[in-house]
Antibody, heavy 122, light 109 residues
Framework: QVQLVQSGAEVEKPGSSVKVSCKATGGTFSYYAVTWVRQAPGQGLEWMGGIIPIFGTTYYAQNFQGRVTITANESTSTAYMELNSLRSDDTALYFC???????????????WGQGTRVIVSS | EIVLTQSPATLSVSPGESATLSCRASQSVNTNLAWHQQKPGQAPRLLIYAASTRATGVPARFSGNGSGTEFTLTISSLQSEDFAVYYCQEYNNWPPTRTFGQGTKVELK
């Protein structure tokens, strides 16, 4: 049974960067996209971007273009999301998720990580 | 950019009743639509993908329907554990972009 295990909570200062990891255990990692989603306190889900590890192909939401970098290490089955130039409104829960339910090249999320809380405060 | 609009924002339901949630897309997403359930303090959980296919382990009381721009999630005979927020999400575009609806909260009446 595949699980996505994320790194622990982070507290960062405005203007700094944060890097969150997402390790896949118990199954295939490289062939399926890993996507990142965040949730501000009391708010809905916001898609940030994703990566297909076997190709290294990345794609980003326009809102985060230039500020987020998503990478993956196939040898450790781990994906990373780095967000730069942090602001107070980046305070949120950050989730990774795997997309492996595919039909004609369109793939749905099937499993989610447990989430990583990032607090941005001076 | 695709916009997903969910209605209603909040649905008050008694246990044992059924609930129907709606998700409307601003342009066709074919059947590339999923529904996720999120309980307080938890990560979301996939319920339905490809508009109508239940994910592994999801009870049969959850059913999805629709294609193109109009979708519904029906929960028949609501159980106490079904009170949660439900999000629709599309995954139709290539290169990939993803959009979530704003969520529907199903609460105890």
């Amino acid at each position: 049974q595949v699980q996505l295990v994320q790194s622990g909570a982070e507290v960062e200062k405005p203007g700094s960067s944060v890097k969150v990891s997402c390790k896949a255990t118990g199954g295939t990692f490289s062939y399926y996209a890993v996507t990142w989603v965040r949730q501000a306190p009391g708010q809905g889900l916001e898609w940030m971007g994703g990566i297909i590890p076997i190709f290294g192909t990345t794609y980003y939401a326009q809102n985060f273009q230039g500020r987020v970098t998503i990478t993956a290490n196939e040898s450790t089955s781990t994906a990373y999301m780095e967000l730069n130039s942090l602001r107070s409104d980046d305070t949120a829960l950050y989730f990774c998720a795997r997309e492996s339910y595919c039909t004609a090249g369109r793939c749905s999320i099937d499993i989610w990580g447990q989430g990583t809380r990032v607090i941005v405060s001076s | 950019e695709i916009v997903l609009t969910q209605s209603p924002a909040t649905l008050s339901v008694s246990p044992g009743e059924s609930a129907t949630l709606s998700c409307r897309a601003s342009q066709s997403v074919n059947t590339n639509l999923a529904w996720h359930q999120q309980k307080p303090g938890q990560a979301p959980r996939l319920l339905i993908y490809a508009a109508s296919t239940r994910a592994t382990g999801v009870p049969a009381r959850f059913s999805g329907n629709g294609s193109g721009t109009e979708f519904t999630l029906t929960i028949s005979s609501l159980q106490s554990e079904d009170f949660a927020v439900y999000y629709c999400q599309e995954y139709n575009n290539w290169p990939p972009t993803r959009t979530f609806g704003q969520g529907t909260k199903v609460e105890l009446k």
